[in-house]
């Protein structure tokens, strides 16, 4: 028996470049390979994720020194390509969406709060394109 073996689409994107195509060409594309990847990704499990984003860039818009709390956040937000990998390793996640991930975590530098920003609102602009792609 032969395995057939997904070819993933692979996205480029960058959170420090124009923002013309990003939240939407870009997103768009993302949410297709989503739709499309094995195992397909759910609304409710890209929610999950991007949730726990937002729940970081809520911390950093309510505290006295944003800086300050993003340098102490800033872990976290590295660990999430971790969660995506264990997600995927459970089959609950496919290979594009953990591409997407590691590549937007990557782009996140720790001396530039706004390239967090950037990847906040692009995974608002994919949550808005999943509602009609992705499945419950």
């Known amino acids: 028996k032969t395995k057939e073996v997904m070819q ?64 102490n956040q800033y872990p976290f937000i590295r660990m999430m390509v971790a969660k995506v990998s264990y997600a995927k390793g459970r089959k609950k996640a496919g290979d594009s969406f953990h591409s997407f991930i590691q590549k937007g975590i990557q782009q996140i530098t720790k001396d530039n709060i706004d390239t967090l920003f950037t990847f906040c609102d692009l995974f608002e602009a994919i949550i808005a394109f999943g509602s009609d792609k992705l499945r419950n």
């Open 8 to 71: 993933v689409a692979i996205i480029e994107f960058s959170l420090t470049g124009s923002k013309d195509s990003l939240f939407y060409e870009v997103a768009k594309s993302l949410v297709d390979s989503f739709s499309t990847d094995y195992p397909a990704m759910t609304k409710t499990q890209l929610r999950r994720f991007y949730q726990e984003l937002i729940s970081i860039r809520t911390l950093l818009d309510q505290s006295d020194s944003p800086k300050d709390e993003y340098i």
